[in-house]
């Protein structure tokens, strides 16, 4: 049992042993196993590494395909919107090509492929060519101003947006009246014409449909053969896949030939009527829609009989199916005929010319009111048959509504001499002429909001030498001193030159181009002072807009959202467009487009005390502006309109008026809160004339002009930028104590800063007031002090000539001494660097030259010293000639008082 069981124990044994060898077998195979995948994850960590330097490079790559990516976005949007125009003509084929590939299902192979063709024919795409037309320019409530015929010599008007409903229905019931409902060939037509040419033994009828007659048109109207009628009915159907039955009737009415030269329906109407398509009556209509198939018939004189039949038999079949009443019909049937082609409307020939150039063969919608510019035409016509009496040929004018910008009239020149031409054909509007005295009050706005000037301050206005400039009053008078709104008023040009030269010629020139004026492109010193007298070449364009400007600024400024806006100052509307409602035309003449009106946040505000404008630098302010408008609305007016205070219908209107070089241009410019004139009188030639001025030639004009429109409001005064303070009644300067009763009147802000009345002064008289005296010659008990107004010598001079109450300074008592500090004497020619040149006389001898003086007292002795050297005396008046050598001098003056000064000249060879 014993022995048995270790039997059986180490057959058990023998059995764990041989396991135990397997396990031990599989352990090594374990430990190899394990070496190897050790050495795996080695070659992992190595392979890790480099993957990880493989993802840096990847996550680099990735950045770049970022990039591409954004770009392909890009590129993908201009796709998408290409795409979207794509299938806006897919959609316009897709229906036919569904309709025929129904066909194609039941027919063979052979036929399938046949009628693949075919239909790949029929959709091509086919478009209306587009022949020359004629310029229109219609008036702002559509009616016709203005036709330039075609390029080609025909009167063909561009395609209008619709057709009339009489037309229409005459040229159906005439030419197809199946139109509307067989595609482009009517079988029934073509059978009835068959019979009835073969019934006839002759060609009667076409059996052509309105689609196969304006392919017809279309291809240049070619011999009529069966090959030729094969090839239409083709195209006609083609024509009908692209585009609907109104197009195509609208391409045959703008193409259908209506005698001579006459093409399409609304070159007819006014040719043959006188009026547009929509204002025919059943007659006229009808008679267009019979005339395409026989243009010959509308000549006078030539089958007038053949003509009235084929009218009266289409009006009678309009009546037979109820399209017109049997009154109707007795009344259309009573209407004549036309006769002669009419003229086209001709009421702004220069301005066709205009559009021409820049929007040709369109119809151009233009802003003028059709019945103000005809009035406008007969007022300058009645001017011109006046003016060509003192040879001044041309005339034009320009009406402009300041809030909208829109251009109301346009006469662009006289209209021409019955048996002579002298220049009228020039559109003088966009034309560069001399300015004259037009652009003064642009100056003293300036100065005025500079601060260096008061409405009825004293400028200087006595002979002025400046470099050689010699600059004259019109009337070659002098006022010694004026006040500066009589000034402009006046227009005098001496007081005009000293105040440019004191705001300076760069800065005026600077001011200009910002208000608008772009013709003036050379350099400031190319002008110089004379810049402000007619230097420089403007037109009557942009000076009516520069003075709308001040108008469109002055009337914003009541309003805090829109007191400066960059728009105020933007260039006239000439055209009306459906689209944005406004087109600027300046490309013409190079002038800037519109500025668009901004938006709330562009909205200036008002100027502050001390001047400044934010967000937007206005050209001038509005305190301004109205104070050189109250000033020009004072300007005396022309005969006729003198006594315009009186009366209680008159209009106060602010003008201004100005004179070229040699009477060569004349120019008045008025303006209203509502609307501005500009007006130019002259020769286109040049020529100028002795009558040719601002006030004789231009002025009688615009104020007939002003008569047209209606009556308007003034302007509101802009508080805000104005201040009450006293002014010297005598000097316009804010007033000092010594200024007797000064006045309380606006100004301007920036005039506090300007300089207190400097004429009036503290003046020491004896008891008879007759000699000045100090304390040193006289008991002070008796001396009287009295505020004294006193202009300078040379201003004296002059002002005491046409102001009867200037008093001169009282002389200084003989037993005085000489205290005075002040100028009691100037010498007035030659002026200090002064170059003279001596003339010869008749004889041959050299001129003297003629030295002028002027002292405070009328009784002064003057002592003329030329070099140092005496050379005599004179008592009033203070003239001294002398015959000095070429070269520099000194001239001293010494007065009887012992006042004392000195100038120097220069005397050219």
Known sequence: MNFKNFTTNFKNFGIHSKNFGIHFKNFGKNLQNLRDNSQNLGN???????????????????????????????????????LGNNSKNLRNNSQNLRLLSLLIIKIPSFTRLLSLLIILFLLLPTAFSTPPCSTLILASDGRLIGAKIAPDGQWRFPPAEQLPEKYIRCVVACEDKRFFHHPGVDPLAIIRALFSNISHRRIREGGSTITMQTVRLMRGNPPRTIPEKMLEALLALRLECRYTKDEILHRYAAGAPFGGNVVGIDAAAWRYFGRSPSELSWAEAATLAVLPNAP????????????????????????????????????????????????LPAEAPHLLERMAKTNPEQINRTTILYDLQCRANEIIARHAIKHRGNQVNNIAAVIIENESHHVLAYIGNAPAAPHASQGEMVDIIPAHRSAGSILKPFLYAAMLDDGRLLPSMLIPDIPTFINGFVPQNYLRTYDGAVEADRALARSLNIPAVILLQDYSVARFHHLLHRIGFTSIT???????????????????????????????????????????LPSQWSPPILLISSSKDIISTHKANGSRLPTSISSSKDIISTHKANGSRLPFDAPLSAAAIWQILSALSESD?????????????????????????????????????????????????????????????????????????????????????????????????????????????????????SRPCPFHLLVHLDRTQRYRVT????????????????????????????????????????????????????????????????????????????????????????????????????????????????????ITLVDNEGFTISSKCYVDK
């Open 44 to 82: 992992n960590f190595q392979n890790l590494g480099k993957n990880s330097q493989n993802l840096g490079k990847n996550f680099k790559n990735f950045g770049k395909n970022l990039q591409n990516l954004r770009k392909n976005f890009q590129n993908l949007g201009k796709n998408f919107q290409n």
């Open 296 to 343: 010959a018939l509308i000549h006078p004189g030539r089958n007038r009989d053949q003509l009235r039949q084929k009218r009266d038999f289409l009006l009678e079949k309009l009546a037979f199916s109820k399209c017109i009443s049997p009154d109707d019909l007795l009344l259309s049937k009573a209407e004549p005929l036309p006769e002669q082609p009419l003229p």
């Open 522 to 564: 050379n350099p400031p010193h190319h002008y110089g002072l004379s810049l402000i007298l007619g230097g420089a070449e403007v037109s009557l364009y942009e000076t009516t807009n520069a003075y709308a400007s001040l108008a469109r600024t002055l009337n914003h400024f009541s309003n805090p959202h829109t007191r400066y």
């Open 637 to 753: 007016r022309p005969e006729g309109e003198i006594e315009w205070h009186r009366f209680h219908s008159s209009r106060k209107i602010a003008w201004k008026t100005g004179t070229s070089f040699g009477n060569r241009d004349a120019w008045a410019v008025g303006i209203t809160p509502q609307y501005t004139i500009g007006v130019w009188v002259g020769n286109a030639s040049g020529e100028g004339r002795p009558v040719l001025t601002g006030i004789q030639a231009a002025a009688p004009v615009l104020f007939d002009l002003f008569n047209l429109l209606p009556h308007t409001s003034w302007f509101i005064q802009p508080f805000d930028e104005m201040i009450k303070v006293p002014l010297c009644q005598q000097s316009g300067h804010r007033a000092t104590d010594l200024c007797p009763l000064p006045d309380t009147a606006w100004i301007l802000n920036a005039g506090l800063e």
């Open 775 to 890: 304390a040193d010659c006289e008991d002070p008990h008796h001396i009287i002090s009295k505020s004294w107004f006193l202009l300078p010598p040379a201003q004296e001079l002059y002002y005491k000539t046409r102001h009867y109450n200037y008093i001169p300074l009282p002389p200084r008592h003989p037993a005085c001494p000489h205290s005075d500090t002040r100028p009691s004497m100037a010498l007035l020619y030659p002026q200090h660097n002064f170059h003279i040149l001596l003339t010869r006389q008749m004889d041959g001898s050299i001129g003297r030259l003629i030295m002028q003086a002027t002292h405070h007292s009328p009784d002064a002795t003057i002592f003329w010293h030329l070099d140092n050297q005496y050379i005599g005396l004179t008592a009033h008046p203070h003239q001294m000639p002398v015959l000095p050598a070429p070269g520099p001098h000194t």
